[in-house]
């Protein structure tokens, strides 16, 4: 059996974006709350803050060193594995890329110092300052990334000449019609995936009882921020949807399973695609409210599968399902945000154990829900590598074997469950110390900064003996 290179070309890249994206989507989100806890300990000089931001620095700090190993290794795939479409866009990724490192990672990387090893060292105001440009950085890094995918969704302000992409208009280009949407969807979704880890690890320690003061007070400013983000993320996706089913209906017709071009389309709950006989199995749906959703409008027209070529359909199961995962997990993130605020009533939030559970839980579903939202647009675009413009087969290296492809897949597997493993391993440890640690680090540094009381006395002794 011969192994297809660009099958296994395209499994390689999914799975490192898919290893890598877990990171940045939790460090971009937990950059801004620490520097948002820094803020309120400058302002209002509790202790509690800057402990909550010590515990948490530590924390980020893992996940921003296995975050940038991993992705290190994307930008060199778009050489080795996809030398054709790295030469034909070099004229815009290459100076997207430059930029996020120039002015993103290096603020990143230049302030991390800082925050990690300035707080005894520097005055308060400047390590806040560095804590906000760890929190910009991430934020910049991501206008950056996303305005490069979302150029390669909607291709805009360059043209296509003598195999080369050839800028006409940056602006057109960074701004694309996909890129406002793309990029406040993925902020969001940061700053969700930030809140659920901290009011889930917060909800951990109350349930045991340990340091319950601030953790219920992280757990509460979480909540609040749920509160508002999980509902303005949904508005946001149905604008998302507007905007994909204006320059992408083929991939809303996957998300759909919609086969046919159809008016009144029901919104389908549940179906299993077969794509090779054009249909679905066990619908069901809701009349009419598909339509409603993607125009607005009860009867509003949405285009089917069939029209484009059957070799232009992206795999629609993995679309249909991906979606409606991530659709389940955005609703349960709403349905606790209300019940967080159902139970502020007498302090209930942080006493309620089956509501604790519950946080503690949803630890996990921002980062199924980011991946699944990733699939459904990288997934959905198939068969482009720049939409309508250049195929996945255009973009392969057309000396690569599927042979060599298989041997670098297994080593990343390899090396990137050892770079996991690692990271996990030491992620537990600062999770298990807990804020305990802080008041033992904070010990240490005071019993170095400062002699203890027996060596001054034995000082004294010293001196009176000698008079």
């Not at 594995?81 to 997207?96: E, L, R, T, V």
């Not at 125009?295 to 949405?302: A, I, P, Q, W």
Request: proline share 5%.
């Amino acid at each position: 059996m011969e192994l297809d290179p660009l099958l296994l070309s395209r499994l390689q890249f999914a799975f490192v974006v898919c290893f890598h994206a877990i990171f940045p989507v939790f460090t971009i989100g937990l950059a801004t709350f620490i520097a948002f806890l820094e803020a309120l300990a400058f302002k209002t000089g509790n202790p509690l803050y800057t402990r909550l931001s010590q515990f948490w620095i530590q924390v980020f700090a893992v996940a921003f060193a296995m975050g940038v190993v991993s992705g290190i290794v994307m930008s060199f795939q778009f050489g080795t594995n996809w030398s054709n479409f790295s030469y034909a866009a070099a004229n815009f990724i290459g100076p997207m890329l430059s930029y996020e490192v120039v002015t993103a990672f290096f603020l990143e990387a230049a302030f991390l110092g800082v925050l990690l090893f300035g707080r005894n060292k520097v005055p308060p105001g400047v390590h806040l300052f560095a804590a906000c440009m760890v929190a910009l950085g991430t934020i910049i890094s991501t206008f950056w990334i996303l305005a490069a995918n979302s150029w390669m969704h909607t291709p805009v302000g360059t043209e296509l000449t003598d195999g080369m992409f050839v800028v006409g208009s940056w602006r057109e280009a960074i701004f694309n019609p996909s890129f406002p949407y793309r990029f406040t969807h993925m902020v969001l979704a940061s700053f969700l995936t930030g809140s659920f880890v901290v009011a889930g690890v917060s909800a951990w320690y109350l349930l045991v009882g340990r340091e319950v003061e601030a953790n219920r007070r992280a757990l509460s400013m979480c909540l609040w921020l749920i509160l508002f983000l999980a509902p303005t993320q949904a508005v946001v996706g149905d604008y998302h949807g507007l905007n994909t089913l204006e320059h992408q209906p083929t991939k809303v017709a996957a998300i759909e399973g919609n086969w046919e071009t159809t008016r009144g389309m029901p919104l389908l709950l549940f179906a299993i695609p077969d794509q090779e006989n054009e249909t679905n199995h066990f619908e069901i749906g809701l009349p009419k409210l598909g339509s409603l959703i993607l125009t607005h409008d009860l009867d509003g027209e949405v285009p089917g599968l069939k029209e484009v070529a059957p070799e232009e359909r992206p795999p629609v199961w993995i679309v249909f399902w991906a979606f409606r995962i991530m659709v389940g997990i955005g609703l349960l993130m709403i349905g606790c945000a209300l019940a967080g605020l159902f139970l502020r009533a007498g302090g209930r939030y942080w006493r309620q154990p089956q509501f604790l559970n519950a946080m503690r839980l949803m630890t996990f579903a921002p980062f199924a829900a980011v991946l699944c939202g990733w699939i459904v647009t990288e997934v959905g675009r198939f068969p482009w590598v720049v939409y309508g413009q250049m195929s996945h087969a255009e973009g392969l290296t057309p000396s690569l074997t599927g042979g060599m492809v298989l041997f670098t897949l297994l080593g990343y597997i390899a090396v990137y469950a050892a770079i996991f493993s690692a990271g996990l391993y030491y992620l537990m440890l600062v999770l298990r110390a807990g804020l305990e640690s802080i008041d033992q680090d904070d010990e240490e540094v005071h019993d170095i900064e400062r002699p203890k009381r027996p060596l001054s006395a034995s000082h004294v002794g010293i001196e009176e003996g000698g008079r």
